[in-house]
């Protein structure tokens, strides 16, 4: 594996400091990794979504790996916009005809 780049940001380090990429809503980088950390599928999509959609593509592996997105892939979809086609690529992941939510 090749070496990974630094976060852009030191604060996404601290627990306590708010994600750059979580701009709408109160949350800390400790309430980040407790939602993606969730017994709730739901709940980890969602946030899991959050990050893959907003956060800059280096600083999403601080928080998660492939394996994680792979095995949330058929909830996660939904939540991720316009960036779903490239997630789809870059992991060679299928697209559902219904990811949209419907």
């Known amino acids: 594996m090749g070496t990974l ?15 750059y990429f979580v701009w709408w809503t109160p949350c800390t980088v400790r309430d ?3 939602h993606l950390a ?7 999509a969602y946030w899991l979504g959050v990050l893959l ?4 593509s280096r600083d999403v592996w601080l928080f998660t790996t492939v394996a994680e997105i792979r095995a949330a892939w058929p909830l996660l979809q939904r939540h991720l ?12 992941l299928p697209l559902s005809a219904h990811s949209d939510g419907g």
């Open 53 to 56: 959609r907003e956060a800059n």
């Open 32 to 34: 980040l990794r407790a």
């Open 81 to 92: 916009g316009r960036t779903r086609e490239r997630w789809a690529w870059l992991l060679d």
């Open 5 to 19: 780049l630094p976060p852009t940001s030191p604060d996404l380090q601290d627990p306590a400091a708010t994600p």
């Open 38 to 44: 969730s017994d709730d599928a739901d709940e980890r």
